[in-house]
C-alpha cells in the first residue's frame, strides 16, 4: 500500500512547531513519501504556507476565521477524503483535538506530536486539558522530549501509544550571511557585544525575563534584540522605557528563517519558563553562536556545560552571570560552540528521525483494517 500522510497545523507565521513540520514534510517528500499539510489558517499564517510551498510541500487551507470548529472538521475530513491519506499527523492543541474528530470519523489512524505545553493564563490551562482529552484518543503520540513523556504518562496517556521522538534539523544548502552582513540585515552596529533572543514574546518563553538578565549583566556596551512577535511586546517595550534602555534594547519584529541572522550575536539567550526540544537552539549549534539558556524541558537533553551555559529558570541575575561569562572568554565560548554544533551533527541530524516517522506510518497502517 502506498503511504500517504497529511499533516495538520494550525500555523503561525513563524514557530518551533511550524520548523519542525517543515523539515519532516519536506524531508519525507524527498524520501517519495506522498505528503501534504493541511493549515487552519488565518491572514498570519502566510509566511510559514509560503515556505511549505518552496519547499515542494502541497498544501490545503481550510480558512476558519473565529475559529468555526466544525468547518474545521468538514474542512478536514475533506482533505483526507481527496488527499487519500491512510495516516494523519497532527501538531497542536487545536490541530490535535480536530485532527482525532476527523481521523476516526474517516478510519484512518491518528498521530500526534507534543511539542510542549505553554501555561499561562486558564484559557490556555482549558486548551490543555481538552487537548490531553484528544491525545488519549490518537492511536500514537510522540513527545519531543523525555520529561514531555513522562507528563503525557501522568496525564493519562497510554505508555504503549507513546513515543519519545526528539526534533531534528537539517539546514538547507545555503551559506549563513557572516557577522557583519547579518547586523546590516538587522540594521544593528557593526561593532560591539549583541546578544540575541529568538521566539513569541509570550509568558511561556519568557521575554521578560531576558530582559532582566540583561540588566543584571551590566554591560553598558550591549545591545540584546528581540527578534519575534507576540502579546507581551507591548508591555516589554514599555519596561524598556522605563528602564531607560531605549535604544539599548531592539525589537526586529517577526523574521521568517531566522537562522539565516544567528551570526549577528555574540549570545543566543533563551530564557523560556518551559520548552519540547527547541529548534531555536538547534538554530543556534549550526550558526556556531554561543548559547545561554534555561535548563527546561528536553533543553538538558540537548546541551550540558560542555556546550552551553545552562541556568535554572526564573532566575535572571544567573542569566545574566552566563551572559557576561560568554562575553568575556570568547575563547572559551568558541570552544563550547563548536562542541554544540558537533552534537548536532551527530544527534540531531534530520535522516533518522524521519526514518522513525516512516516506521510509525506504516506500522500504524498496518494495523488499520
Known sequence: MTLSALH???????????????????????LGIEIAVVALADHSSGPFLERLSDAGVPVDVVRSPGRHYLRDLRGVRAAIRSRHANVLHTHGYRADIIGMLAAHGEGVPSVATAHGFTGGGWKNRLNQRLQVAALRRHEAVIAVSSLLADELRSRGVGADRLLTLRNAWGPPATVLPDRQAARAQLGLPAAGPMIGWVGRLAWVKAPD??????????????????????????????????????????????LPDAWRILKAFDVLLLSSRSEGTPMILLEAMHAGVPIVTTAVGGVPAMLDERSAHLVPSGDPARLGTAINDVLQDPGTSAARAAVARARLDSDFAPGAWIARHIELYRRLVARTP
Open 8 to 30: 495538520l497545523i494550525a500555523p503561525g507565521p513563524v514557530g518551533g512547531a511550524e520548523s519542525a513540520v517543515l523539515a519532516l514534510t519536506a524531508g519525507l517528500r524527498e
Open 209 to 254: 525575563m531576558a530582559l532582566e538578565a540583561f540588566v543584571a549583566a551590566g554591560r553598558g556596551d550591549a545591545i540584546l534584540s528581540f527578534v519575534g512577535e507576540g502579546p507581551d511586546r507591548a508591555s516589554l517595550e514599555a519596561s524598556v522605557e522605563r528602564l531607560g534602555l531605549t535604544g539599548r534594547v531592539r525589537f526586529h519584529g517577526m
